[in-house]
């Protein structure tokens, strides 16, 4: 829930960069930082030059689940 709220006045090109990113994510999960190196499966990334998304893998469920969201702004 918190990426949503962090979502919320992001401007239009930032949301469209977030969102493409995260379509490249759903088909190469592992394409991206590890955050915690004795967890590999909670990532970040950049998007589009706009902030960095936090997000959890799930392999077994083929899943990514965003949990935070930083922008410039």
């Known amino acids: ?3 949503l709220a962090e979502m ?3 401007p239009t090109k930032a949301l469209d ?3 493409s990113r995260t379509v490249e994510l759903i088909e190469e ?3 991206a930082r ?3 190196m ?3 499966e909670f990532r970040h990334t950049t998007f589009g030059g706009f902030g960095i ?3 959890k893998v799930d392999e077994a469920t083929e899943l ?3 949990f935070n969201v930083t922008w410039v702004g």
């Open 38 to 40: 004795d967890q590999p």
């Open 8 to 10: 919320k006045g992001l």
């Open 17 to 19: 960069a977030l969102v």
């Open 1 to 3: 829930m918190a990426a």
């Open 53 to 55: 998304m936090y997000f």
């Open 64 to 66: 990514i689940t965003i």
């Open 29 to 31: 999960p592992w394409d």
């Open 34 to 36: 590890v955050l915690y």
